[in-house]
């Protein structure tokens, strides 16, 4: 069982910045895929980004995100971020770390769009409301 918390949601005005934290524990954290998914009330949970753990160079970005939002990790903690600059009110919604076990062989889904039934395991998830 893969136990996955997340951290650091908050209020900020436009164009200002937050930085989410997930880690996850309970697995192995090389061989997954990690990502920030995020929902707002009567819409379905969108993908933000993501990044396959090992090597940590394969990323995948939403278009609304692409050039603002950063995906990292620290191995080390077995922890993943999301930089989030030049913060929009549109980017107001409850944000959502999950993982997925992922072989190597089909690393390159982690770069492609993924949905939330692809994700096996959740964190419960952090607010951001961003304030015009």
């Known amino acids: 069982q893969v136990h996955v918390v997340e951290s650091g949601g908050g209020s900020v005005q436009a164009g200002g910045s937050l930085r989410l934290s997930c880690t996850a524990s309970?697995?192995?954290?090389?061989?997954?895929?990690m990502g920030w998914f995020r929902q707002v009330p009567g819409k379905e949970r969108e993908e933000v980004a993501s990044?396959?753990?090992?090597?940590?160079?394969?990323?995948y970005y939403a278009g609304s995100v692409k050039g603002r939002f950063t995906i990292s990790q620290d191995t080390a903690k077995n922890t993943v971020f999301l930089q989030m600059d030049g913060l929009k009110p549109e980017d107001t919604a409850m944000y959502y770390c999950?993982?997925?076990?992922?072989?190597?062989?089909?690393?390159?889904?982690?770069?492609?769009?993924?949905?939330?039934?692809?994700?096996?395991?959740w964190g419960q998830g952090t607010q951001v409301t961003v304030s015009s």
């Open positions: 990044i396959y753990t090992t090597g940590g160079s394969l990323t």
């Open positions: 309970g697995a192995t954290y090389g061989n997954r895929c």
């Open positions: 999950a993982t997925r076990r992922l072989n190597s062989s089909f690393q390159w889904q982690c770069g492609l769009p993924q949905s939330a039934e692809d994700f096996s395991y």
